[in-house]
Nanobody
Framework: VQLQASGGGLVQAGGSLRLSCAAS????????IGWFRQAPGKEREGVSC?????????YYADSVKGRFTISRADAKNTVYLQMNSLKSEDTAVYFC???????????????????WGQGTLVTVSS
């Protein structure tokens, strides 16, 4: 299982970025995949998850609800995180992760998952 995250960069507050996570070595049809972030000096935070297995279910942390959208490219092993209305507090290293369990929801965002990609840095300037 390999996960490759990309798309980070520097953006002004209020702007947008799209992160990508390319998965290889496994079929996303059976996994829950999502995003976490870690800001300097802070604990890792679960951001969002997506599950094809459960009908395209999505879940978002309250801190990003209404601003971020997770999606999967049709018939591809790639998941995106569209981030709009970015705030300075969104500045962090973003990681994608995948696992078979638990189901996509609040538990997944706090679970000890088995597969992780490298991070991509998002910096939002105010």
């Amino acid at each position: 299982v390999q996960l490759q995250a990309s798309g980070g960069g520097l953006v002004q507050a209020g702007g947008s970025l799209r992160l990508s996570c390319a998965a290889s070595g496994f079929n996303l049809d059976y996994y829950v995949i999502g995003w976490f972030r870690q800001a300097p000096g802070k604990e890792r935070e679960g951001v969002s998850c997506f599950s094809s297995r459960w009908g395209g279910r999505q879940y978002y942390a309250d801190s990003v609800k209404g601003r971020f959208t997770i999606s999967r490219a049709d018939a591809k092993n790639t998941v995106y995180l569209q981030m709009n209305s970015l705030k300075s507090e969104d500045t962090a290293v973003y990681f994608c992760a995948a696992d078979l369990w638990p189901p996509c929801g609040s538990s997944w965002l706090t679970a000890n998952l088995t597969s992780w990609g490298q991070g991509t840095l998002v910096t939002v300037s105010s």
